[in-house]
């Protein structure tokens, strides 16, 4: 991809296994529908079965619970 100052499109060239711009933009939009969280709620953990990305909810308090 050739960046050009002004201009709204692009194109990409895809070479390989794997069409990374895909997983790209795949990526992108799914982060877009999560609410665009910060950096700080992902993770990342690797094994010998592979690598997962995960992604920490936020925890909501919803205050002391009170008995009748």
Sequence with gaps: ????PGEAE??????GPRRLWD???EAYLRWLSLGRPGRDRFGLTASSEGERVV??????????RRTP
């Design 1 to 4: 991809m050739d960046y050009v």
């Design 10 to 15: 692009f194109l990409v060239q895809q070479h």
């Design 23 to 25: 997983e790209v933009s």
């Design 55 to 64: 992604i920490r909810v936020v925890a909501v308090d919803l205050g002391a």
